[in-house]
């Protein structure tokens, strides 16, 4: 009976908005979880249940001599470059549930169990699609220096002081340096001298006024990314949950869809550390 119980009470009504909770909550914690979520470009336009969107970037104006537009009876003219983002990677996480299993875990604990294990996939997919779009769009830094900190700091300054009809130079603030951790553990190494293993503790934080992380889903070969934000843009549609008995067993499918697509909107504002030898993102 407790076997049949876990059942019904999963495909209920209690059950079922026990589990959009959970999904609920998955996603608001790969949003959290994820440095590609801090990063990534949200001003979007178009619907994405149509399977794309569209990022603009509109050109910097310069002044003019007084009369100029008179003269030529009209203003400048607003010029944008547009970057359609496909929603075209359509992904499935589904877990198929014994019986049993409802019954020895009990409804909750299943299900924060299999949210959870969602919640780890779609941070690996989601992070390793990002930072190979911005490692393989962006523009490869080179550099002479040998010591970490001096590394970091041309590599901001590559971001920083980029300009061309877009951009006039890159607030710091605004730019982030995600590491490897060989590379993120070498400027930590720099910070333990300096300070005797003081104010940033086990992570770095702020590097001169620029946010550092560390990541193990950068691109092979890759050793860090300096990007500006909103250089890359990942929509990210989620079907709702699904809760259903697989035919002819005594088991449930557990089921969340999700549907996502990675571009780089402004490679210029993007410096790659490496190469990377990672050609696809994997699962």
Request: proline content about 2%; glycine content about 8%.
């Amino acid at each position: 009976m407790a076997r049949t119980t876990s059942l019904n009470i999963l495909l209920s009504t209690e059950g079922k908005d026990y589990l959009a909770e959970k999904y609920g909550a998955v996603i608001a914690n790969v949003q959290k979880r994820c440095i590609s979520s801090q990063l990534k470009n949200n001003q979007l336009s178009g619907d994405p249940e149509a399977g794309s969107v569209e990022a603009k970037r509109f050109e910097n104006k310069n002044s003019q001599a007084y009369g100029t537009a008179r003269s030529a009876n009209h203003g400048q003219y607003v010029t944008a470059s547009t970057v359609t983002v496909n929603i075209n990677q359509d992904k499935e996480i589904v877990a198929e549930v014994e019986d049993k299993d409802a019954a020895m875990y009990g409804v909750s604990g299943l299900l924060d169990r299999e949210a959870a294990s969602a919640e780890r996939a779609m941070v690996r997919e989601l992070e390793r699609a990002f930072f190979l779009e911005a490692a393989t769009q962006g523009t490869t830094f080179t550099t002479v220096k040998t010591d970490a900190d001096k590394i970091i700091e041309d590599f901001i300054q590559a971001v920083e002081t980029v300009e061309n009809d877009f951009v006039d130079g890159v607030e710091r603030d605004m730019i982030a340096v995600v590491c490897n951790p060989a590379t993120y553990g070498a400027l930590r190494s720099y910070f333990d001298k300096v300070e005797d293993g003081g104010a940033h503790g086990e992570s770095v934080g702020l590097f001169h006024g620029v946010r550092i992380y560390s990541s193990i889903y950068l691109p092979n070969g890759v050793n860090a990314i300096a990007m500006a934000e909103g250089a890359v843009a990942q929509p990210v549609r989620v079907k709702e949950y699904g809760a259903e008995r697989i035919p002819l067993s005594n088991a449930l499918a557990i089921e969340l869809f999700y549907s996502y697509g990675t571009k780089a909107v402004a490679a210029d504002l993007i410096q790659v550390y490496g190469s990377p030898t990672t050609t696809t993102t994997g699962a």
